[in-house]
């Protein structure tokens, strides 16, 4: 008893003492217990591989430190069983989430701890055990729990990882590993790429969130960022540039699909997030359909599109060919079947002859009329039984064109309108050589395609269904004339190359027949003037064009005919003109021929002289096209 009493005295005492200490010393001793705790964790920090925070706000980065023990360190929620020495809370967190094993002081390992636990390093997705390096970004779970890991021992930076890593840098990393884009970390951007690239880094992570919550209340919805062209929008964002940020929206039963705009995507995210809070207090978080920040009804939905390059409206061509449809992650699911010509007023495609041009800039001033007819459309997948329509804005209108919706495997639209363009202006040739139209195929959803097998299944295992995006692999590509090789825009100047390449060909073939002509002849003829005269007339000469019957040509789609090309040089061609002048001796129904190089008037064939030198017999054919090449 008199022990007792003599500690609790001492006590007494003490706290007396406590007590009667200035405001001063005790902040001085506070400052010293501070100092002497931050000199540890110093040492630490320099000793020690670690983990430390990352945050959107600057002032909560860097607060969080968890240091790695060496063997294994599990990562996980507080009530697993055995406690996670790093204990982790929030939506996609497992019990047991991931496992860190410190095997050597440079070789420190990190794996699912759980089959199916969400972990990205350095922005990928792991499912194995991967090794670690010095700055590299780890991130539990879909989006709060964002690491830097540190290794002070072995502290060399892998290729291309700054010494200093910060949210934004982690961001645009996930972003790029994404799909979205290739070039968010770049510099110099664009007012636009700047907007558009903080649009992607905040919606990321509140589509992760809102992934991550349907997975927990198994609503079957999944959420994903997409760019989507303004071109191919009603209504675009007058504040956004010429690509939005959106959000795909589709339902993994009925492969549903909707593009949310950013704002809607927002206000209903914050629903969903009222909605799981809910959930985990308890609470009944059921909500009338129309209310459900999940619900949507069923629209129609952009299927995929299809870029159409104006260039060969510049040269007076048509074009005949089918264009690559590509979905919202540039993957190719089908074809779209368009031809684009020159007519005239009633319709009647003109030919090549009456509408080429050599040089873009003789169009000035010229009135133009072209058509446009959609044939049809060719799906990989095509999983509308309720019908597709096409959907085009001209760059002479102001409103959109759309086909009538049709039902088929493969639909045919026969879907005709013709354009007309006054004058032809500067800016409508830049235009045709930068510029191109989007045709958009539009499908028509219902709810009716419902998959008993998929309803009985959970929001996770729909998931495991859905293909990963294809990477690395070579993408065919819209093609004019048949190549499969050409880059983005330039499928049309191939197309005209190859025409210009055709005459080239036709034309070297008659020069080296004149050449072996010429040295053929008995030496007292061989004049080199004569013989130059010759040569330079014809490789100046641009050839006439006729047109004639192709009984090999195989049946095609309408507005084809059954001529095959034929160009003219030298005495055949100076034949064939002369012949139309006496046919239409005042130009009518045809265009009256003037005096150009290769043509009587301008260093020509002699009369009476064939183009290899002999005279003409009274029985040389005048239409004889023995010499030209067919251009199909």
Known sequence: MEEEIRAQLVANQEALAEQQLSWEEKLQRAREEAIASTKEEKNSKQKDPHLVNMNEDNMLAGVVFFYLDKGDTLVGRADAQPKPKITLNGISILKQHAVITYKKDDDIRIKPATAGA???????IISEEVKME???????????????????????????????????????????????????????????????????LELLPMVAEANAI???????????????????????DEKSGPVQAMVLVKNLVTDNMWLWERGKFMNRKFLIQEMYQKYLDGEDHSLPQEEDPFWEPVTDIIVGT?????????????????????????????????????????????????????????????QLRFKVVVKRVELNLNRYPNGLRVKYKMFTEPTFTETENVIGTIPEFRHTKIFLIDEVLKSHLDYFEHGFVVFMVIGVQTDNNVSPAKANMTTKELRQLQKPPVTGQRRRMS????????????????FILRKKMKRL?????????????????????????????????????????????????RSRDDDQSDTQSLYLFGYEEEEYLEQKMRANPNGQNGKRHRNRPGTRGQGSTRPGTMANGRQRSEDTPTNQTSKACVIQ
């Open 505 to 553: 060909e036709q034309k070297e073939r008659r020069l080296k027949e004149l050449c072996e002509e010429w040295s053929a002849r008995p030496e007292q003829d061989q004049q080199f003037e004569a013989f130059f005269r010759e040569v330079y007339t014809f490789a100046y000469s641009k050839g006439t064009k006729v047109a004639g019957s192709n009984p090999n040509r």
């Open 479 to 494: 093609v004019v004339g048949g190549l499969n090789e050409a880059p983005p825009g330039k499928q049309n100047d191939l």
């Open 134 to 200: 010095h700055n590299d970004r780890i991130l539990f779970g879909c989006t709060n729990h964002l690491y830097v890991y540190k290794n002070p021992i072995h502290p060399t930076l892998p290729p291309g990882v700054p010494a200093e890593i910060d949210w934004e840098f982690a961001q645009k990393e996930i972003a790029k590993h994404s799909g979205l884009t290739a070039n968010l970390a770049t510099e110099n951007l664009s007012r636009d790429q700047h907007v558009l690239q903080e649009q992607i």
């Open 306 to 366: 299809g870029n159409l390059f104006m260039t060969h409206l510049a040269y007076g061509l048509d074009f005949d060919d089918k264009i690559s449809i590509t979905d919202y992650k540039g993957q190719e699911v089908g074809f779209l079947y368009i031809h684009l010509t020159p007519c005239a007023a009633n319709g009647k495609i003109l030919t090549e002859e009456e509408t080429f041009v050599d040089d873009p800039s003789n169009m000035v001033g010229k």
């Open 214 to 236: 349907s997975d927990e209340l198994d609503r079957k919805i999944s959420f994903e960022l997409a760019l989507i062209s303004r071109e191919v929008l009603d209504e675009p």
């Open 118 to 124: 969400k972990i990205k390093v350095n922005g990928l």
